[in-house]
């Protein structure tokens, strides 16, 4: 009699991490996510200045392509004491930029928790949920959840209104 | 004591925070382990410290002193590994699909022995507050009886209805 050949156990998935700092805290991101790494003194030319006063933790564009991403400070976003902030993350498929404070290290997870339920605020938006690694309990941040669409609408609406027209010039001199 | 009196006695696990006792149904109960290091992140929920790791499961720490005892609990003992019910899941927007109750683990800090007794509840009053589920009496002293589902942040849907239910199973 024949037995069926026992199947391989499926191999765990692990996923590629950034473990990153800002203000001393620890967080993750899928390394997926992260288009782009830069030094904060190599944007000196590719940034502009924006002010919103509603949405404080937003100081700064980035163009990249067609729209511009804005530059969320981590520290502001999270309620962490404000650093000076060291690189910049261009986050893949949404229109933002993280100021952190340093790149720990790059690793993978195996396994992420969904935020247990007892959390039930904004944080909800802010992770993906948790992974243990090396005995240690790190937040793994979701690219989506620094900026709703409110505020990507209102800073869009104030960078609108930041640009002169294009005829203005034209107007004037006649 | 009668057969009829016998039926009417339930378990609760009897923890201590501060000066103060209070009864949590024992069915609620799934472990009592020795404190451990807290895993803190921001956040925004009130009442949440942080996670503890426990034998790969992460857990949240709800200090409840505060509203239990007007203040935070510093000194801990033990951390009282709790099941909370958080309602039903809810897939595709606002459609019910699982009628089974949403459970997970919650660890309560307690700051003394905790002690398994038999006892008889009495229900809470509509005028008390929603964290009580009732009363029991233990040794001459009347002790709060808590509602778990209640007395821990969870999503806005989560009923905190009394009495609590009568069968919760340890294994979120």
Redesign the interface.
Known sequence: MAYAAAKPSSPSRSEQIILFRVSG?L?AISSASVQEVRSVDSLAGASAEISVPSLKKVRHTLQRGEKPFFVVNGAAH???PQTPGALVFVLHRTRTALLVDGIEKMTSMTRL?SL????????RA?YRG?T?LD?????VVSPDGFLTEHEISLLDSVIAEQQPPADTDTQVTQ | MTVATELELQSFVLLRLGDRRFALAARYIAELVAPSRI?R?????PK?EG?I?RR?????V?DVGDILIGKSILSRRFYLLAV?N?GFQRVSGSVLTNPEP?K?W?AIPVTGECELINAEITPAGESEPHHVSGWLSHNGEVIEVLNIDAL?????QTPTHRPVPSYVEARP
Request: with cysteine; charged share 15%; aromatic share 14%.
């Open positions: 805290q967080f999270f309620g962490l928790q247990p339920q007892a959390f039930c605020r904004d944080e802010w948790l243990a005995q240690m309990v790190v937040p | 895993f992140f921001p956040h925004q929920t949440v996670v790791l790969g499961r992460i857990i949240p709800c909370r958080y949403r997970e919650v821990t942040p969870g999503p806005a």
